[in-house]
């Protein structure tokens, strides 16, 4: 009996050790696990911090403005309408603003913008550019496809297309933007040679060849490289004949002389 109980109290005593010995384990491994997670989130709220800081820190502040792309447009006009934002961290650059600022340009067709580290912007801008001539009375306005003028002469610059509008139509009809369209379809050496161009409707444009007397009824500006390669194959257009070439059907291609 004194053997059993002995027994009995040392099976005891190795449980409470056994028990006490899993505590402390799990215990630890609970220590470790919370260290684990403070310390992450110790490191990430660090570098959140860290990036925060050197995003909006004066050391990454706007300091020059550069602009690429200019030829009418003064750089320098360019990089004075946007200069309020120097001092402005990269971060919090108002592109809205930029937008507001370089919009009262009205020879800039298009623009973007590109942040170069640790203190640059770019602006690279791509300008109108005229494609015909109307003449307002005093002179000749150069205007892009949209209608804007681009720039104003007392004469016709030699290689762009004059344009004779409606009456009843201004740079906002159809007849302007089917002659602007019908422009920007031409071959570029069909193109150079047309003098004055005229149109009422989308389907109706013809244009007269410089220092020959000959006429082409293009009509739209559908189909310009057959309607080009009926023109020049046609005999009368090869000698120079004077006269009106009607290609707005390019399969049923019409000379009347003059």
């Known amino acids: 009996m004194r053997s059993a109980r002995a027994e009995l109290r040392s099976a005891a005593r190795a449980r409470r050790r056994a028990e006490k010995a ?16 403070a310390t992450a989130g ?28 200019t ?31 370089l919009g009262a340009f009205p020879l800039i ?6 942040i170069v580290p ?10 109108r550019q ?26 016709r610059p030699a290689g762009i297309a004059a344009l004779t509008l409606p009456p009843s139509q201004g740079v906002d009809g159809i007849a302007f933007r089917a002659m602007t369209r019908v ?15 005229t149109a009422r409707t ?13 006429i082409v009824e293009w009509g739209s500006a559908d189909d310009p490289a057959a309607k080009a390669q009926t023109l020049t194959r046609m005999p009368e257009w090869l000698a120079g004949q004077a006269g009106s070439f009607d290609v707005a059907s390019p399969g049923t291609a019409i000379f009347r002389a003059s």
């Open 22 to 37: 899993e505590v402390r384990r799990f215990t630890r491994r609970t220590r470790r696990r919370r260290i684990a997670v």
């Open 42 to 69: 110790s490191l990430a709220l660090l570098l959140a911090v860290m990036i925060v800081g050197a995003v909006y820190s004066p050391l990454l502040a706007l300091r020059r403005i550069s602009v690429e792309g």
């Open 71 to 101: 030829s009418r447009l003064s750089a320098s006009q360019l990089r004075g309408a946007v200069d309020g934002q120097l001092g402005t961290p990269l971060a919090l650059l108002d592109e809205k603003r930029i937008g507001a600022e």
């Open 109 to 114: 067709r298009s623009y973007s913008t590109e």
């Open 118 to 127: 640790p203190d640059s912007l770019l602006i690279r801008v791509v300008e």
């Open 130 to 155: 005229p494609v015909a001539a109307l003449d307002s009375g005093a002179g000749f306005e150069l205007v892009d496809p949209a209608g804007v003028a681009v720039a104003s002469s007392l004469g």
């Open 183 to 197: 422009l920007l379809t031409l071959p570029p050496d069909l193109l150079s040679r047309v003098d004055t161009v």
């Open 202 to 214: 989308a389907d109706d444009v013809s244009f007269t060849v410089t220092g020959t007397g000959q």
